[in-house]
């Protein structure tokens, strides 16, 4: 089964400060994506990638921004915090169809 | 942009019962359509998925697709109490995006 890690697994900032989302997956997917999850909503997409170097915008990308630096390797950065980024944030990949995700970053921002 | 919608919101039922539940999507070009299954702390993982219209079986689980009237739904045989999980569905149009619905939360009583 794929695997795709996430880090930090928790996280508490204030607002304005810097977060970094690290996720890495070692299956060699193309493809990466960045959710977030929040109660009513489900998952909405905020950036996914099909290589390193690529980013394209999903639904929700205001006040995110995303790098994949590598394969393995994809980022999300908040760089201005708000409390309405307080939420659960999944890391997946993919290569084709079947998304595998990541345990999660739980993110609280005061 | 597509739109995808989940019924109901949650649903109790008993142990050895049959359990349906539905999602309605807006594009018609969709392509793929999948369910996902995640328990209570944990990652969604994949369920199950289809490309054509009709059903697909896998063991007590069967996915139902109806292009036509942008419907599809997933059906679990004789439930059991460690299929309690947020169901998610998706639909995707293709650029492997995937729209994921708001959600069932399914609790099966022993």
């Known amino acids: 089964e794929a695997a795709v890690t996430q880090s930090p697994r928790n996280k508490v900032t204030v607002t304005g400060g810097n977060v970094t989302l690290s996720c890495r997956q070692t299956n060699s997917h193309n493809y990466m994506y960045w959710y977030r999850q929040d109660t009513g909503h489900g998952l909405r997409l905020i950036h996914y990638s099909y290589g390193a170097g690529n980013l394209q915008i999903g639904d929700v990308p205001d006040g995110y921004k995303a790098t994949r630096t590598t394969q393995e390797d994809f980022f999300l950065l908040l760089e201005l915090a708000s409390p309405s980024q307080t939420s659960l944030y999944f890391c997946a990949s993919s290569d084709l169809d079947t998304q595998y995700f990541g345990p999660g970053t739980r993110l609280l921002v005061l | ?110």
Not at chain 2, 21 to 31: G, I, V
């Open chain 2, 1 to 110: 942009q597509q739109k995808v919608q989940q019924s109901p919101e949650s649903l109790i039922v008993p142990e050895g019962a049959m359990t349906s539940l539905n999602c309605t999507f807006s594009d018609s070009a969709s392509q793929y359509f999948a369910w996902y299954r995640q328990h209570s702390g944990k990652a969604p993982k994949a369920l199950m998925s289809i490309f054509s219209n009709g059903e697909k079986e896998e063991g007590r689980f069967t996915i139902h697709l109806n292009k036509a009237s942008l419907h599809f739904s997933l059906h679990i045989r004789d439930s059991q109490p460690s299929d309690s999980a947020l169901y998610l569905c998706a639909a995707s149009s293709g650029s492997w995006q995937l729209i994921f619905g708001s959600g069932t939360q399914l609790t099966v009583m022993p």
